[in-house]
């Protein structure tokens, strides 16, 4: 089964190639730069340059897969959740060419592509990863944060999510506090690295609680009162220890719940995905969490894997497939910017 993944769901222009899990092509146009300046993602900016990239990003997947589009069997694309703005652009290319070609269509959502981007198979076919179930997955980005339990693949359930900023955007908007640059993710952790953890005070907000929601809206709040008043020259001295600290409390954040979480549910396999995984701090913290309960977890095994990619759209095309969940109406399939994560 050859298949076409298309993503757009914020400021990536993806597409991707698979056959069956084996991943032929994956590739990713960033627009990092062209929104670092405005601190975020600008949609009409998102828009005009996935408009300018979708065609080129999809004709050079599949290129290096060495296929045609009708070589292609099933085209896939994330429906939600997403900026819609962007997230149409995708929908009705794949809708075009299915529709054009004669193609077999699937919508995927977005979340479930992070939570499966862990099964991807290269050329090989490596690495063999099977998952025991139920599984816990965390996801973790500049979107959602977000822990799901794995009863089999299709089947989920949200047991805990954010109730406002996601950590990815947490980190962000420090990075901004700090006077520093956009994604904030990247800079902190390679500014943390030097500084000490607990040059500050900072809450781990709903820790106490027994539910595995989070919420990371007053650890930023906590964090810009307590700095607002600094000269930039005492911001500058200590960017190091306020990125240690700012970061040591969103890693505890998560992995407080996500440890409730993991004795409540007793899984047999952990999973963790998301932009926020591509920082090498949390995938040791998780690890070890992993290695106390003497539990597999697994995570992206490429750094490409962990920010938004059409891989993963491509793994959950391939197990939909399996289980024959294809658009029936292809000509109203249309984007779903809040779609939500419900059991299968």
């Known amino acids: 089964m050859k298949i076409l993944a298309i993503e757009t769901s914020c400021d990536d222009t993806c597409a991707a190639v698979l056959e069956n899990d084996y991943l032929l092509s994956n590739v990713i146009s960033s627009q990092t730069d062209l929104h670092a300046k405005w601190g975020g993602v600008v949609p009409d900016i998102a828009k005009r340059a996935h408009m300018e990239k979708i065609e080129p990003v999809i004709n050079t997947a599949l290129k290096r897969a060495h296929l045609t589009i009708k070589e292609i069997e099933v085209i896939a694309v994330t429906l939600g959740p997403g900026l819609a703005i962007a997230l149409g652009i995708g929908v009705n290319k794949a809708k075009e060419l299915a529709i054009k070609y004669n193609k077999k269509l699937i919508g995927v959502n977005h979340v479930e592509g992070h939570i499966l981007v862990n099964l991807i198979k290269n050329k090989l076919g490596k690495p063999e990863r099977k998952i025991e179930f139920p599984a816990l997955a965390m996801t973790v980005s500049g979107g959602h ?41 990247p800079i902190i952790e390679r500014l943390a690295e030097k500084g000490d953890k607990k040059y500050l005070v900072l809450p781990r907000p709903l820790s106490g609680q027994k539910n ?14 307590q700095v607002k008043d600094w000269p930039k020259e005492k911001i500058g001295k200590n960017l190091a220890n306020l990125s240690a600290t700012f970061q ?37 913290r998780l690890r070890k969490l992993a290695k106390e309960f003497n539990t597999p977890v697994f995570m992206p095994t490429k750094k490409e894997f962990n920010t938004d990619n059409a891989a993963m759209i491509g793994i959950v095309a391939y197990y939909k497939s399996l289980r024959k969940e294809f658009v029936k109406d292809k000509e109203s399939l249309d984007r779903n910017p809040r779609l939500n994560f419900k059991i299968n």
């Open 248 to 284: 040591d409390a969103v890693f505890d954040s998560l992995l407080i719940k996500f440890k409730k979480a993991i004795e409540f549910y007793k899984p047999k396999t952990l999973l963790a995905s998301g932009g926020v995984l591509a920082n090498l701090e949390l995938r040791k």
């Open 212 to 225: 595995f929601d989070y919420s990371f809206s007053g650890l930023k709040t906590s964090f810009y009162y």
């Open 145 to 185: 944060t977000k822990l799901v339990l794995v009863e089999k693949i299709g089947k989920y359930t949200v047991v805990g999510e954010t109730l406002d900023d996601a950590a990815g955007e947490a980190l962000d908007k420090a990075s901004k506090i700090m006077g520093l640059g956009y994604p904030g993710g």
